[in-house]
């Protein structure tokens, strides 16, 4: 499966950043129950670094349909 190119932070709301809803579809993920995407650093034009913790649905099909809504 192709990996997806995850979106901008700056299009991400803060519960998708703290990895508490799906980074495709906004879904609010169950505790336990969502794919961890990795850490991602951030290094804004100004500001100090920082880092977000995308996750995605388990059911990526489901998940591709409601994002494509
Ligand atoms: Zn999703």
């Known amino acids: 499966m192709p ?4 979106p901008p932070v700056s299009d991400a709301l ?18 336990g129950l969502s794919t961890d995407l990795g850490q991602q650093r951030v290094t804004p034009e100004t500001g100090a670094s920082y880092l977000w913790f995308p996750r995605e ?3 990526t099909a489901a998940c591709a349909k409601r994002a494509a809504q």
């Open 14 to 31: 803060e519960q998708q950043q703290r990895g508490w809803a799906c980074i495709w579809c906004k879904i609010w993920l169950p505790v």
């Open 57 to 59: 649905c388990l059911d």
């Open 3 to 6: 990996v997806r190119q995850l």
